[in-house]
């Protein structure tokens, strides 16, 4: 068979690309030629021939399938080799022509980027239908047998092309090896595999095949070396039958004993797992890695003492590493430790690393991750160890502190070597770390239990020794350590190095150790979402602000750390919360966040990626606006559900934990696709649980009573470095139980700052109080504590505060016995109502005649009640667009589960929540129907009682009127006579009446008999006209007379006329009057300036003189003007008043009110207009 043909070449430049499989883009022009001769994209396989860098080097070729896709464009320079380039067309003609290949693959087979090659497709190539693959090493072998089923499903998806094992080269041309593929099993994981043979066989001039889409494909396992029974120093020699042969084969295996496999294992730092040790002692000062007991006993380990112990890190997960200074040392990632072995081991592949063994490989704390465990090599000499190198790290603001390493000095140095000997060296009755194993290039840094003087930042320790043990024969590659530190050996400092890069970069979203906070009060929450996430069952958590979201979910995940060995990642959504963040930093920081959770859970392992504050990154959409924001927030929910699929899957072992404030503040993409499987909400604490919480914060960091009085300012002298107390003592008689019931919807955060404050308060306090005193934290300082300030889920809430009480309120008499009762008890006493089998009434109806009090009545009780109060008037929740109106609902209900205990008032509900049915529009129709989903009680509603205020009750849709919603309608009925009694003696409590007191009842019950037929607001307006008479009297009184003039009214003055004079027709009079001449220019001059100045004064004595009298006048009338309420004015005010309901429209609203009450039935509309009276017809 002649060899496929080629359809096309092309010249091209390589580009690499994360496509995940062995196949190519291809540059536009040849994919508008295989489009255009119709060419299946199975039947495309590429040839991409290139020279290798080095000179006189034989060409190559690799063979690949294509993706059906086009590369991307780059555009060509504006100016080339023969100048400018003008047209577009003649730009087009000189873009880059560009093959996009997979960067994984593309390193295999040798190929970098940019590399410039030829492309050749060939249509018509061989199909093998059995292949035969080998993988390149045992771990390819390892990857390959754990991801077997993936591969079985995937192999056709990213193979297309296979080289031809068989091939034979032309003639005269240098024979080249197929080159190998690369499988993606995972998103972090791949494995190398060679062809070894095709079935049917290729021609041997033809150097591949295309892969058959129902081939048959067979792995041949390769599995690790096996290492010699007998080890090192078994005799091998009896049983053979050449003794030459077999005297070069002990030679040789004497001269280079065969390696033991290595062992990939789950790291665990032994201090996050003491639970899985026996013994009760602290983890010891060694190098020292602890596996399965059953594992000392296979081959690869038996005997072993020491292992080689590496942490391996993803490729992908890799930060850029910096360039180190050319003097700095270079550190070992590699160390020698100790190899015990472990009885209660989790599963047979989990490896426990000792505390300093964490420190020294970068990775303390570790919970998750893979290391690579191997047989030591043998150690040093102890005579060949002839002095060891420490270069400390350069240190950050400590440097200055106590004794500085690296210094220059003989005597530092020498001090230096002292503190470091006697730093490292074994306490507690075990080995330290200078008593071996010590490994060339090792990190000794700081961890946990080590006491470590000021200063010291950790260092890498070289071991210098000879030269004759140098140039022994000993593999370049080869591990350099030494099994213990003589206390003779020197020890010499060197200046201050830089932190190795790959020590630096830790786990940037590892979870870190949280406090010992104590969490009351959400025991069953935290054992629900444990158990959700133990069983692989992602969740969201839900709660206002303030509620303790984050810390719960620090919580859980570190229990799920300690108990189950979860591999733990925390990451604050708020930090991608930004307009100028691109979507593709969002996906690849979420990327890094998973991929490190799915390496973190291999080999057994499982991993829990916490994402807190999901809601500030996926918004929920805004119904009435269409833009940048709804468009970003669905793109970037998108992106989120699809890599939470990617990786949150039962063959990952990942599970997901998210936090937001409620279920309907996210984004419906991420709620509505499953990504979490339950919602649980964090609720506000009850009063119990308040106590609780004030109770263990006001205990942190308190003293006890008795040890406050030995020394009472202590607090002044800052904390100790033990955690000890502040200097605060608990008062004995705090009653913590009162402080809870005034502190009704705070969250656990508004506790925690209130006691801050009450501390400061009494901080403050005792500012002036005698030094010897105690800091005692009482009952006041929560009282002070409390004034101003607004818990978290009442600011920005509109409040409306009313000091109208029930003493100001007449009449209603049974009204007001209901609303206690509904309203006041159950919040007075909770604990009697908690117990209560039955629902409670949550929901009231006032209706009544205009004018009775509805209004006042409910802004009453909640000032009565101590409850927040909303108050929201008919039409300001309308909207005409559709589901504006919905959204006022829903955002008015959530207003009043975040104010709780709230009431919730509701004036002119007839305008709201009319018959369904009789709006041609449909607005009212929708905030009926979305009324009764928020007070039928399936929403949660609780602590939010709702009051409703009408004069129509007949307009009122009947399904709001039923059991559930407004449980019970109240009538404000007409006053009777003893209620307008009682009403004008309410409202002549705060006017100055005459001291005629004796006569005032009967006046009273002479005013309420003749308002026969007025309201509650009439008799408010017969007050206020009462009190305008009484005012317009007063103003009388002191009214001014008529002028007088000024000789009657000043007799004993002086007339005040001033003549003024100008001009030359006076002169000849004035002068013939007094005798004189006539006047010069410049005695007219000064006459005149001397008139002006006369003119000022007076203006200035006028301008003194108003203002002397407006404050005599306003003084006078504040004592001398009061107002005083006398019969003859409510007699005025009788006459002048009159009821603003008249008869008939008494009667009729009668009429409704009784048929409301009498003639009600229980059957619902059928949508046409009401005949009954007060029914409200349609243009529908």
């Given at each position: ?501 790959w020590l630096a970069q830790c786990h940037l979203f590892e979870l870190q150790p949280v406090d010992d906070s104590i969490l009351v009060g959400v025991d069953g ?53 930004n307009d100028e963040t691109r979507i593709s930093t969002i996906k690849e920081t979420l990327d890094c966040i998973f991929m490190s959770a799915s390496w973190g ?580």
């Open positions: 068979m002649a060899p496929p043909r080629r359809a096309h070449s092309t010249a091209a430049e390589l580009s690499l690309a994360h496509l995940k499989n062995c196949l190519v883009n291809l540059p536009p022009s040849l994919v508008s030629l295989l489009v255009n001769i119709n060419t299946p994209v199975q039947n495309v396989i590429v040839e991409l021939s290139f020279r290798p860098g080095n000179a006189g080097s034989a060409p190559r070729s690799v063979f690949v399938g294509w993706t059906g896709m086009p590369s991307k464009r780059r555009p060509a320079p504006l100016v080339g080799r023969d100048g400018a380039l003008g047209a577009r067309g003649s730009m087009r003609e000189h873009e880059a022509q560009l093959v996009e290949m997979d960067a994984t693959f593309a390193r295999t087979v040798g190929l970098d980027d940019g590399l410039k090659l030829t492309a050749l497709v060939h249509v018509d190539a061989p199909m093998a239908h059995t292949i035969n693959i080998e993988p390149l090493t045992p771990e390819d072998w390892e990857m390959i047998e754990l991801h077997a089923t993936f591969l079985e499903l995937n192999l056709v998806s990213q193979v297309r092309a296979l080289p031809n094992p068989s091939y034979r080269a032309r003639q005269g041309s240098t024979p080249v090896a197929p080159h190998a593929l690369t499988l993606h099993l995972s998103p972090t994981s791949t494995a190398n595999v060679k062809v070894a043979s095709l079935d049917p066989a290729p021609p041997p001039d033809a150097p591949f095949a295309r892969l058959s889409p129902n081939a048959e494909v067979i792995v041949a396992p390769k599995t690790r070396a096996k290492s010699l029974v007998g080890g090192d120093h078994g005799s091998v020699a009896s049983t053979s039958k050449s003794r030459r042969s077999a005297t070069s084969t002990v030679r040789k295996r004497n001269s280079r004993p065969e390696p033991r496999p290595s062992l990939v294992l789950r790291a665990l730092d032994r201090a996050a797992c003491e639970a899985w040790f026996e013994d009760s002692e602290p983890c010891p000062d060694e190098i020292a890695v602890w596996v399965d007991r059953d594992l000392l006993l296979t081959k690869s380990f038996r005997g072993v003492k020491h292992v080689l112990v590496d942490v391996l890190r993803p490729v992908g997960l890799e930060p850029p590493q910096a360039d180190a200074p050319a003097s700095a040392p270079a550190a070992s990632p590699k160390v020698v430790a100790r190899l015990k072995a472990w009885d209660d081991a989790p599963n047979g592949q989990a490896a426990a690393l000792s505390c300093a063994l964490c420190a020294s490989l970068g990775c303390s704390g570790i919970v998750g991750g893979i290391v690579k465990i191997e047989a030591a090599p043998p150690p040093l000499p102890r005579a060949a160890l002839q002095q060891v190198t420490v270069y400390p790290f350069a240190g950050g603001s400590s440097e200055g502190q106590g004794l500085r390493f690296g210094s220059d000095t003989k005597a530092e140095k020498e001090e230096s070597a002292k503190r470091f000997r006697h730093m490292y060296t074994g306490r507690r009755g075990s080995d330290g770390l200078l008593q071996g194993p010590l490994t060339d290039g090792m990190v000794m840094a700081a961890y946990k239990g080590l006491e470590v003087p000021p200063g010291w930042q950790g260092g890498v320790v070289k071991l210098e020794c000879s030269k004759d043990s140098a140039s022994a024969e000993r593999p370049k590659d080869a591990t350099m350590w030494t099994a213990a530190l003589d206390a003779k050996t020197p020890i010499d400092f060197q200046p201050a190095q830089p932190r190795p890069a929450l935290l054992a629900k979402l444990q158990s959700h996430l133990a069983h692989m069952t992602s969740v969201m958590l839900t709660g206002s602000m303030a509620s303790g979201k984050t810390l719960v979910a620090k919580h859980v995940a570190s229990r799920l750390r300690q108990e189950s060995l979860f591999y733990t990642l925390y990451f604050s959504c708020r930090k991608l919360v859970a291999r080999l057994g392992g499982r991993g829990l990626v916490v994402l807190d504050d999901l809601d500030r990154l996926c918004p929920a959409e805004t119904e009435l606006q269409v833009g940048n924001d709804n468009g970003r927030s669905r793109q970037v929910s998108e992106m989120v559900r699809c890599v939470v699929r990617q990786y949150c899957s039962p063959h990952e072992g990942v599970v997901l934990l998210a936090t937001a404030e409620s279920k309907d503040s996210i984004n419906k993409v991420v709620t509505g696709s499953h990504l979490v499987s339950d919602i649980v909400e964090l609720k506000a604490p009850d009063k119990e649980a308040r106590r609780q919480i004030l109770e263990a914060v006001s205990k942190e960091g308190t003293n006890k009573a008795e040890g406050a009085a030995d020394d009472g300012d202590d607090w002044m002298h800052g904390s100790s470095s033990d955690g000890g107390g502040n200097g605060l003592v608990l008062d004995p008689g705090l009653d913590l139980v009162d402080i809870a019931g005034l502190t009704d919807g705070y969250m656990a955060g508004d506790l925690r700052v209130l006691v801050s404050r009450a501390r400061n308060e009494a901080i403050m306090r005792s500012l002036g109080a005698a030094p010897a005193a105690a800091l005692c934290l009482g009952r006041r300082d929560f009282d002070w504590a409390l004034k101003g300030f607004t818990p978290v889920s009442l600011r920005n809430v509109a409040l409306q505060s009313s000091t109208t009480s029930f003493k100001s309120i007449g009449g209603l008499e049974e009204t007001r016995r209901v609303l206690l009762e509904t309203l006041q008890y159950p919040t007075k006493y909770a604990p009697i109502f908690a117990q209560c089998p039955l629902r409670l009434r949550s929901g009231l109806l006032l209706y009544g005649y205009p004018g009775c009090g509805k209004t006042l009545l409910a802004s009453a009780v909640a000032g009565e009640c101590g409850l927040n109060f909303i108050s929201v008037k008919g039409p300001e929740i309308l909207n005409k667009y559709i589901g504006a109106s919905e959204k006022s609902v829903r955002d008015l209900f959530e207003r009043a589960q975040a104010a709780r205990p709230c009431v919730l008032f509701f004036d002119e509900f007839d305008s709201i929540a009319p018959k369904r049915g009789h709006d041609s529009t449909g607005v009212t129709d929708r905030v009926v129907n979305q009324l009764l989903t928020q007070m039928d009680g399936a929403e949660g509603l609780w602590g939010v009682y709702v009051l409703a205020a009408t004069s129509r009750p007949d307009l009122i849709d009947p399904a709001l009127l039923r059991p559930g919603r407004l449980d019970k309608s109240l009538l404000c009925d007409m006053p009777g006579l003893q209620d307008r009694l009682d009403i004008v003696r309410s409202l002549l409590q705060k006017v100055q009446l005459s001291p005629q007191l004796s006569q005032w009842h009967e006046r009273l019950e002479q005013v309420a008999r003749r308002t026969q037929g007025f309201s509650g607001a009439d008799l408010q307006a017969l007050v206020s006209n009462a009190q305008l008479e009484a005012i317009h009297d007063v103003l009388k009184v002191h009214a001014p007379g008529p002028a007088l003039s000024s000789a009657e009214h000043r007799p004993d003055c002086e007339p005040c006329f001033v003549q003024f004079r100008y001009g030359t027709a006076n002169h000849d009079a004035d002068d013939n009057s007094h005798g004189r001449g006539p006047q010069s220019k410049s005695e007219a001059l000064v006459q005149r300036a001397a008139i002006v100045s006369k003119l000022e004064q007076i203006r200035r004595g006028r301008k003194k003189a108003n203002a002397k009298d407006s404050m005599d006048k306003s003084h006078g009338s504040s004592q001398d003007k009061e107002v005083v309420l006398q019969w003859v004015h409510v007699a005025r005010a009788l006459d002048k008043t009159r009821a603003s309901i008249s008869s008939q429209e008494r009667a009729r609203l009668q009429r409704i009110y009784r048929e409301f009450v009498v003639g009600r039935s229980g059957q619902l509309g059928d949508g046409q207009a009401s005949m009954e009276i007060g029914g409200r017809s349609s243009l529908m």
